[in-house]
């Protein structure tokens, strides 16, 4: 089924080619004192990767965290991949093919693929890890609803009876951003979608060794000797063949920055995923290290609201915080003052997106005055009751937006709390649909990447149904109507005008506040070749 260039970039699922958000120590890591002696292991063929936190969610379907999202492609495989096109192609999938103008889809599995556990690859496992994909993800939600049948004729054979055509169908099967379709055996697939899978069974290029893992400071991944890559194409992001060159990928969670530099520049480390913006001078300088920006959308920083408890279930209180925000000052102490690394105005979309535009953005433009959010506040019913923000003092960037963050809620007369902890215990209580009072929040500070938030369609952040919403939970009903719109528009300019609806409508809602965009370096050393652009992947890459 021919696609369109122009208007695919527009209307592509998110495409989450960036390193950002993800899970962080849960214990007390042996790396927090300055200059460890790190456990060297032989041989080129073991890669020493530091993540951007530790991994304490391992199910990727129940969470959106990017460090569960790395986790997961190293795991597990996809019927596609995007390739540096923005072009979604057969991964696990051999082809496919689309009849009864859209409405009837036949996938065909690839041959001899199998599982950790020695079992092939079946179509009924597909079959299974997509319905239970759906039901947490943007776009699956909508091929739940758009389908008659989902079935597997056979061991090779997926078949999928739509009610309407989905032109978006392989582009959500394969995009990259979280939760992403991972094919796992029907057993494990059969999870509730909001309990976390208990076996980490895949039939991705490397498993997961679960007797090595030290929560808070050590993962470890083995190369799958009976992976079966494609035999044609280049390797292109998500999409290609998927060579291993590895036999061990060791994760070591160091949560000290100036440690972590100092392992990469000893050679006792070979890749840290997020150096930080006051260490990166230093390690642009180092002749061993490269340094490299991997993705161009960038990281879109965002304070989200939990809709459901006082104050922040009143859209009123939420509009008036508007009136606060000085997204130069969030990206200032995330990411420094030079103006290349980060932009501010901006909405909820990424600038120089198809979808961005400057609806609403006089909320953000207008002069700043506290005192005015005071009364808006007070006008809008806020009486005083405690907002509760969860912090994440082992994250730096969000550590930062926190704490500009709480800085504008006390500058604007806000009763808060100031929970710091480390980015796990965030990720796993922002989950808690409890009151502020009985171990619930008000607020959370994360990022998206840019392709995460690239259209309505795949905008995790801007869905409006409720309990079944991302976290905060926001019921939105004139946004899930325009984002229907927004599906089925005709072309691209259609699209676009639909987009500034949802934008306005954002400004009105509020489902959280915009805080900037700011572009994360990678850093690893120069013997290192053959990484992958985007997040973390660990396919392809060579050290000699």
Same mark, same amino acid.
């Given at each position: ?74 795991? %597990? ?193 070979? %890749? %840290? ?272």
């Amino acid at each position: 089924m021919a696609t369109d260039r122009r208007q695919f970039i527009a209307g592509t699922a998110g495409l989450a080619l960036g390193g950002a958000l993800g899970g962080s120590p849960s214990g007390a890591s042996p790396f927090a004192l300055s200059r460890p002696a790190l456990a060297q292991a032989a041989g080129s063929r073991v890669l020493r990767f530091i993540p951007q936190s530790d991994l304490t969610v391992l199910d990727p379907i129940i969470t959106t965290a990017y460090v569960t999202r790395h986790h997961g492609y190293l795991v %597990w495989d996809t019927l596609y991949g995007f390739d540096e096109d923005f072009e979604p192609q057969p991964q696990m999938a051999e082809g496919h093919t689309v009849e009864d103008e859209g409405r009837r889809v036949t996938i065909r599995l690839r041959p001899g693929m199998k599982f950790h556990d020695g079992e092939p690859v079946r179509a009924r496992d597909c079959v299974a890890s997509i319905r239970r994909w759906a039901a947490r993800d943007a776009l699956g939600q909508v091929l739940l609803a758009r389908t008659d049948a989902m079935e597997a004729p056979d061991d090779r054979t997926i078949l999928i009876r739509l009610k309407q055509p989905f032109p978006l169908l392989f582009s959500a099967l394969g995009k990259p951003s979280t939760p992403v379709c991972f094919m796992m055996p029907e057993r494990i697939a059969q999870t509730d979608p909001n309990t976390a899978v208990r076996e980490m069974i895949g039939s991705g290029p490397f498993r997961y060794v679960a007797n090595e893992r030290v929560a808070g400071a050590k993962v470890v991944y083995e190369r799958f000797a009976d992976y079966v890559p494609r035999a044609e194409g280049t390797p292109s992001w998500t999409a290609g063949p998927k060579r291993v060159n590895l036999d061990r990928v060791e994760w070591t969670v160091i949560p000290d920055a100036s440690t972590a530099a100092n392992a990469l520049t000893n050679g006792e480390m070979d %890749w %840290w995923e997020q150096p930080t913006a006051d260490l990166q001078p230093t390690l642009r300088r180092n002749r061993n290290v490269v340094m490299e920006i991997p993705d161009p959308t960038g990281l879109c920083a965002l304070a989200r609201f939990n809709h459901l408890h006082p104050p922040f279930d009143n859209p009123a209180i939420r509009r008036a915080l508007l009136g606060a925000v000085v997204q130069g000052d969030y990206m200032t102490a995330v990411i420094g003052t030079d103006r290349s690394l980060w932009k501010d105005g901006i909405g909820f979309f990424p600038p120089g997106t198809p979808m961005a535009s400057d609806a609403g953005l006089e909320a953000l433009s207008t002069p700043r005055d506290y005192e005015k959010v005071k009364r808006d506040l007070a006008a809008a019913g806020y009486k005083g009751e405690k907002v509760v923000l969860i912090a994440a003092s082992d994250f730096p960037s969000l550590n930062a937006l926190a704490q500009v963050g709480n800085d504008m809620l006390t500058k604007c007369g806000m009763n808060v709390e100031f929970i710091s902890t480390d980015w796990g215990s965030v990720v796993q209580r922002r989950a808690s649909r409890e009151a502020p009072e009985r171990g619930g929040w008000s607020m959370f500070f994360t990022f998206f990447a840019g392709l995460d938030i690239f259209n309505p369609g795949v905008s995790q952040a801007l869905r409006g149904t409720g309990q079944s919403a991302w976290f905060g939970w926001p019921t939105m009903p004139k946004m899930e109507d325009l984002r229907n719109t927004w599906l089925d528009a005709p072309d691209l300019d259609a699209q676009k005008k639909v987009a500034r609806e949802v934008q306005a409508e954002a400004f009105r809602e509020v489902p959280y506040l915009p805080l900037g965009q700011y572009f994360q370096a990678t850093a690893y050393r120069r013997n290192i070749s053959g990484v992958p652009k985007g997040f973390p992947m660990f396919w392809s890459v060579q050290k000699s």
